[in-house]
């Protein structure tokens, strides 16, 4: 059973910065589709970004292009969501999530991700 970890939530000034992590441990994320999700209390999760490593592929919702940036560390068997320019809006609980596969990770729906992380608190407030 894979188990994804996130860390790197917290409270963030509007306008700030915060860069999450997803860690795998005893698991190779190079074989996986990779997408990070959010979650406000009473919605479905929405996904933000996703990264797939063979397919090569990254794709951001249209609420966060330009502002969020997945990337991954392949020595450290990690993946990660930078975020900047954060408002209200983006206060949410943050999941990360894989998929064994080739497949390219924006032709994945959110039940197709067979493995997530517990989640991290990100809250943007003044």
């Known amino acids: 059973q894979v188990q994804l970890v996130e860390s790197g939530g917290g409270l963030v000034q509007p306008g700030g910065s915060l860069r999450l992590s997803c860690e795998a441990p005893?698991?190779?994320?190079?074989?996986?589709?990779v997408g990070w999700f959010r979650q406000v209390s009473g919605k479905e999760h929405e996904k933000v970004a996703c990264l797939s490593y063979r397919a090569g592929r990254i794709v951001y919702a249209d609420a966060v292009k330009g502002r969020f940036t997945i990337s991954r560390d392949a020595d450290k068997n990690t993946v990660y969501l930078w975020m900047s320019s954060l408002n209200a809006t983006d206060t949410a609980v943050y999941y990360c999530?894989?998929?064994?596969?080739?497949?390219?990770?924006?032709?994945?729906?959110?039940?197709?991700?067979?493995?997530w992380g517990q989640g991290t608190q990100v809250t943007v407030s003044s």
């Open positions: 999530a894989g998929r064994h596969t080739s497949r390219a990770c924006d032709l994945l729906g959110t039940a197709d991700y067979e493995f």
């Open positions: 005893g698991f190779l994320l190079t074989d996986y589709a």
